[in-house]
Every structure is written in structure tokens, then in C-alpha cells.
């Protein structure tokens, strides 16, 4: 599992380094790149539930704590829009060029992957 890891953190560096060849900015927002590699990592939706226990205000134990000892983390996560986020990424697989360019970090099949889990949640958002 160590050289999963490893794969994953090297897909994440490389997803977090892709450059716009137009516009010379990072194609992925850290976000973006975050959600992929937590989707592939298969911890999408212990982050997915968190989140929505966190944006819910519906307080539990443990989301209090974290409120207590990291604040900081606590308003990101109040603040996170992962709709804006997905529909970024759908948009960003929408560009052949750009698609090209993540499916020779992630493969076809992280990329499907990326896809599938991407869709699924949007529609769970609607």
C-alpha cells in the first residue's frame, strides 16, 4: 500500500504542476486537483460526509472539536463550494487539450473513475 501512496502523491504533484500552455496559469486549482486525488485515493466521501456535517451546523462532537483546536480549517470547510469546484473539473474535462493532458497523470481508468464519482455527486448536489 506504500507504493499506492507514493503513486498518488506523485499524480498529485504532477496534477498540482500542469500549466495552461495559453495562458500560462495552473490548469487545476488546488482544490480541484485535491478532489481528484481524494477520489482516486478512494477518501471522496468520508471528505464529502464531513463536509456536509460541517455545512449542515448541525454541530456533533467531533466537528466541535476540530471548531475548537482549528478554527481555520473549520471556516474553509464552511466556505468550501464543492459544486463550484465539480463544475470546474467537468469543465476543465470538457477541453480535449486540457483532458489530454490529466489522463496521462491519472490513466483512463482514474480518469473514468474521476468522471463517474464527479457526476454522481453533482447530482446528488441538485
Known amino acids: 500500500n506504500g507504493k499506492e501512496?507514493?503513486?498518488?502523491?506523485?499524480?498529485a504533484d504532477e496534477l498540482h504542476?500542469?500549466?495552461d500552455d495559453e495562458t500560462s496559469a495552473r490548469m487545476l486549482e488546488p482544490e480541484e486537483?485535491?478532489?481528484?486525488i481524494a477520489i482516486l485515493a478512494g477518501?471522496?466521501?468520508g471528505f464529502y460526509e464531513v463536509l456536509a456535517r460541517v455545512q449542515s451546523g448541525e454541530g456533533d462532537e467531533i466537528v466541535e472539536t476540530v471548531r475548537q483546536l482549528?478554527?481555520?480549517v473549520m471556516r474553509e470547510l464552511?466556505?468550501?463550494?464543492?459544486e463550484?469546484?465539480?463544475e470546474r473539473i467537468v469543465r476543465t474535462l470538457s477541453d480535449p487539450i486540457k483532458r489530454q493532458e490529466i489522463d496521462k497523470i491519472l490513466t483512463h481508468v482514474g480518469l473514468r473513475e474521476v468522471?463517474?464519482?464527479v457526476s454522481e455527486t453533482l447530482e446528488q448536489l441538485e
Not at 501512496?5 to 499524480?11: G, N, T, V
Not at 464552511?78 to 464543492?82: C, P, Q, R
Open 33 to 36: 486537483s485535491g478532489v481528484m
Open 5 to 11: 501512496k507514493d503513486s498518488l502523491r506523485e499524480q
Open 78 to 82: 464552511e466556505n468550501f463550494s464543492l
Open 84 to 86: 463550484a469546484v465539480l
Open 70 to 72: 482549528r478554527p481555520e
Open 115 to 117: 468522471e463517474a464519482k
Open 17 to 19: 504542476r500542469l500549466v
Open 43 to 45: 477518501k471522496f466521501d
